[in-house]
């Protein structure tokens, strides 16, 4: 097996299922806590609470619900374009998401536009977005309210 072959199955074994349209509970994985996090300003950053915690998870899911692929009339999260969410206990939210196809046309912007969305869920104190193409999107990934919207069922 290759490393990038290891890389996309550690991905795809990683991958939150609260954040993929298959589970609408829907949830944001907090890391392992780290000591003496602090923020811009040399503040202390506290971990976020259970409750603050399911807030942000869904404040984080309605802001990608309002990223839209232009070429296709449904969002981002029930297109299955987001493949993992997670915040750090220092409130650094992590985004790993793909494109329907590796040449979209909007492939530079998307990503920025996921940034912005993320980064004004109070909370989140810093978002990074990082794009893959491993494993492939594929319209399988498609929600079922995605499929009702594009009569794809």
């Known amino acids: 097996m290759t490393d990038r072959q290891r890389q996309a199955e550690a991905l795809a074994n990683s991958m939150i299922p609260g954040l993929t349209p298959e589970n609408e509970a829907g ?8 000591r003496d996090m602090l923020d811009v300003s040399g503040a202390p950053v506290e971990p976020p609470s259970e409750e603050e915690l399911e807030r942000i998870t869904t404040d984080v899911i309605n802001q990608l619900k309002s990223v839209y692929d232009p070429e296709i009339p449904t969002d981002i999260y029930e297109l299955g374009l987001i493949y ?6 220092d409130r650094l939210l ?13 492939a530079g912007e998307m990503p920025e536009w996921v940034r912005e969305a993320c980064e004004v869920v109070e909370g989140v104190r810093r978002v990074e977005v990082e794009m893959t193409f491993e494993p492939p999107w594929t319209p399988d990934r498609m929600s079922d309210e995605a499929r009702l919207e594009l009569n794809m069922l």
Do not use: R, Y
Request: charged share 25%; hydrophobic share 40%.
């Open 94 to 106: 992590k985004v790993t998401m793909t494109l329907t196809a590796p040449g979209c046309p909007v």
């Open 27 to 34: 949830q944001v994985k907090a890391a392992a806590p780290k």
């Open 84 to 89: 993992k969410v997670e915040l750090e206990d």
